[in-house]
């Protein structure tokens, strides 16, 4: 290798050596490893490896100030400005609405404090254990390294035919791919000929071009174009020496231009791949919607905001109603257009003011840097990579919403160009010392157990609740299954571990799931009916209830509880119907663009007998999303109840137009047709049903009859000779077939 400088482990700290091992470990291991290969969401895998890892690094350094019972850090403005960042999150969690949201996150988002304090501590921890040369190229090896393998692992995923991938979603793939090109890039134009990294450079530029141009991801194409160009005018005009070798550089700026004219949808390069690998979509909202949300939101929240991960609360309390009218109207989005830019709502003034200071001061730093590269040599190719990769980070950051495992990267990547400072001596540690300053050295073990202890508890409660992950799916499956009992077993044990709202949620169901299945299996009017009844209804309420409790900004822990009340509303259970209302009533302040809590009340009102008001709560949703399917086929329900057939028709052909793809919707159309003895039609909609599902043995049923009334009396006996293939020895359909069979139409249905 051409790295001059030797890997100097001796000179420092044992606990700073394993600190920096295990940052190596996960610059190689992050982007393509997983625990399992359930599915549980990768997101939560990764969310789980980045925080016992880090905290895990962490534990490891503060064992050694103990010993030391020293503590070293550069003075750097970009560290001071991190922490400024922190500090910011900090107050915004402490003034939050829902401070165990905004603390703990969700496991399957990075806008929580947890995540937060771990951004810090990475971009503290590689600031600190980075600072040489020989190391910071370590860290570009290990991270060509673990992305090579993850491009294999594509590659053998393509050929098998699945489309599923080790880092997360499809983009994901493309930003970091977007890093390895760059980063490499660099490595070409800087590092001397025979360089090691400058080989190096040319692998990980293949594989990450040929991944970008699958990926097809416009944004990194633009962000990677504008990357390379600065690249170009860098090496070719301000690259001391004058080699002007950019030629590489120029041709991937050609190539950035191609893919985003031509890799428009419908365009070349885009169906090309379409047609090797389907590209699945991701939906954002926009700048224009983000603003809006913003805005808002911070008429409220104006100083701290919402609150850490408490997006999602604010989408659905602010967003515009014409969202209804698109396909993604029921998406509770927890970010917005990007990362930073849904930080502005959650953390609020204070919050974008350190976000600012903590971007102008990398942007300042990095360029100052730049300033210093005196030839083109390896050294200075590194530092380049260094500031090249910590920009494009966090500039994606601000376009798009990277997963745990890029914004990680981001903060590694910040570190060392943290540590790139003290290994240029553009500036030194700052060393708080017992030695020097004896009265520190109380402080310093204090602190250090405090901060120990914390951080064991936080891995402890990370753990179980990484477990309580698993157990959840567990019930989740149980309960598709039909298996009831291990459904609740599960649930018990998943609330044994954390008790997020949505563990609530889901064991309220189960409870209800175990109702429907116990009375319905036993004689309702005995002592064991009643027990049971009273034992399982107050478990689906108790569990509703502390959903409710848990989380009182999340208008679904309300919906649960609703919906549990309104289950025994047709019983005369007294109380029901209120409860029910009431909690669907403070669903709708929390969420009021909603079509579905509107629908909601329909249903409880029908259910109480009010059909006056049921019908004013269906015509409120269909208000608020004029092609709500359900409401239609609920005022459908209603108008026939009411013997308006012709009213319950039209209803359900609207319910048809809205939800064209519903099989069940063109049975329910084809019915009523029939019974309105309108055959033609009829057969129309039964048709439609079967080619939607063939299977749909009630559909075949119906065309049957529907076809011995309009005297085809061989496709009538051919649909009901293939349901009865289907059932066997269903003596209804035997009897109706016997009498198509002669001609005979007398069956009244």
């Known amino acids: 290798m051409e790295i001059n400088e030797p890997f100097a482990y001796n000179d420092q700290p044992v606990h700073n050596r394993v600190v920096f091992f295990i940052l190596i470990l996960i610059l190689f291991f992050l982007s393509f490893v997983r625990i399992s290969h359930t599915d549980v969401p990768i997101v939560a895998d990764k969310l789980f490896l980045i925080t016992i890892a880090s905290s895990t690094a962490f534990l490891v350094w503060l064992l050694g100030t103990l010993f030391t019972r020293s503590v070293s850090f550069p003075r750097s403005a970009i560290l001071y400005g991190a922490t400024f960042v922190y ?79 080790l880092l997360g979603t499809w983009y994901d793939l493309g930003v970091i791919f977007g890093l390895a090109l760059l980063v490499s890039l660099v490595f070409i134009e800087l ?114 905001g919402a609150g850490p991960g408490l997006f999602s609360r604010e989408w659905v309390k602010y967003k515009d109603v014409s969202i209804n009218k698109t396909d993604y109207w029921s998406i509770d989005f927890s970010a917005g257009v990007g990362y930073l830019p849904s930080k502005v709502l959650t953390s609020g003034i204070l919050g974008t003011l350190a976000l600012l200071t ?30 090249v990769a910590t920009f494009y980070l966090w500039i994606v950051a601000i376009f798009y919403v990277p997963n745990p495992t890029t914004l990680a990267f981001s903060a590694i990547f910040t570190g ?14 700052l060393l708080i010392s017992s030695s020097v300053h004896h009265k520190l050295k109380i402080v310093i073990t204090i602190l250090s157990v405090l901060f120990f202890l914390g951080t064991s508890a936080v891995m402890y409660e990370y753990g179980r609740n990484y477990v309580a992950l698993w157990t959840f799916r567990d019930s989740v499956v149980y309960a598709q299954n039909g298996d009831i009992n291990k459904a609740i077993d599960y649930a018990k044990r998943t609330l044994s571990l954390d008790t997020r709202d949505i563990y609530h949620r889901h064991a309220s169901d189960v409870y209800l799931l175990a109702l429907a299945k116990e009375v319905s299996s036993i004689d309702p009017n005995s002592p064991r009916a009643r027990e049971t009844f009273i034992k399982l209804f107050g478990d689906a309420v108790a569990e509703a209830k502390s959903a409710v409790e848990d989380d009182e900004t999340n208008y679904l822990n309300y919906l649960a509880l609703g919906s549990v009340y309104e289950s ?100 329910q159309l084809g019915y009523l047709r029939y019974k309105n003895k309108d055959y033609r039609l009829a057969l129309e909609s039964f048709n439609r049903t079967l080619a939607l599902n063939k299977d749909y043995a009630n559909a075949r049923y119906f065309l049957g009859l529907t076809y011995a009334k309009i005297g085809k009396i061989t496709e009538a006996v051919f649909e009901l000779e293939s349901v009865l293939k289907s059932n066997p020895g269903n003596k209804e359909v035997q009897m109706i077939l016997e009498k198509v069979k002669v001609g005979s139409t007398s069956f009244d249905i």
Do not use: H
């Not at 915004?92 to 988002?109: K, N």
């Not at 100052?368 to 500031?387: C, H, N, R």
């Open 416 to 429: 060392l160009l943290i540590a790139t400072f003290a290994s240029k001596e553009l500036t030194d540690n």
């Open 87 to 165: 500090l910011s999150q900090l107050l915004a969690t402490v003034t939050s609405a829902s401070r165990g949201a905004s603390f703990w996150g969700s496991m399957f988002d990075s806008d929580n404090l947890i995540f937060s304090t771990i951004i810090l501590l990475l971009i503290f921890l590689s600031s600190v254990v980075f600072q040489s040369l020989s190391r910071i190229a370590m860290a570009y090896l290990a991270l060509f390294a673990g992305l090579f393998v993850l491009f294999v692992s594509q590659l053998i995923n393509l050929f098998v035919g699945k489309n599923y991938n």
């Open 568 to 667: 025994v509303v047709t019983l005369g259970i007294e109380g029901a119907y209120e409860q029910a209302r009431l909690a669907y009533k403070t669903a709708g302040t929390l969420n009021p663009t909603s079509p579905t809590i509107p629908f909601q009340l329909a249903r409880l009102e029908l259910a109480n007998k009010n059909i006056q008001n049921a019908v004013q709560y269906l015509n409120e949703s269909i208000s608020l999303k004029s092609n709500y399917a359900p409401a239609y086929i609920l005022a459908s329900q209603i108008a026939l109840g009411g013997g308006d057939l012709p009213t319950a028709i039209k209803t359900t052909e609207l319910a048809v137009l809205s939800d064209p793809n519903n099989f069940t919707y063109f049975f």
């Open 358 to 387: 903590f971007l102008i001061l990398i942007f300042k730093q990095g360029i100052f840097l730049l300033k210093k590269l005196s030839e083109p040599t390896f050294e200075d190719a590194q530092v380049l990579a260094t500031i």
């Open 191 to 304: 590092s001397p000929k025979r360089a090691f990294y400058r080989k190096l450079g040319w692998i990980v530029f293949g594989f990450s071009s040929i991944s970008l141009v699958f990926i097809n991801f416009s944004l990194v194409w633009l962000i990677v174009g504008f990357g390379a160009l600065f690249i170009a005018l860098y090496s070719y005009w301000l690259g001391p020496g004058g080699r002007g070798r950019a030629v590489v550089s120029v041709l991937v700026v050609g190539v950035s231009v191609a893919c985003l004219v031509f890799g428009r949808p419908n365009a070349p390069i885009s169906r090309l791949v379409n047609k090797i690998i389907p590209t699945p979509t991701e939906i954002r909202p926009s700048w224009a919607g983000t603003y809006a949300l913003t805005v808002s939101s911070l008429k409220k929240n104006p100083i701290f």
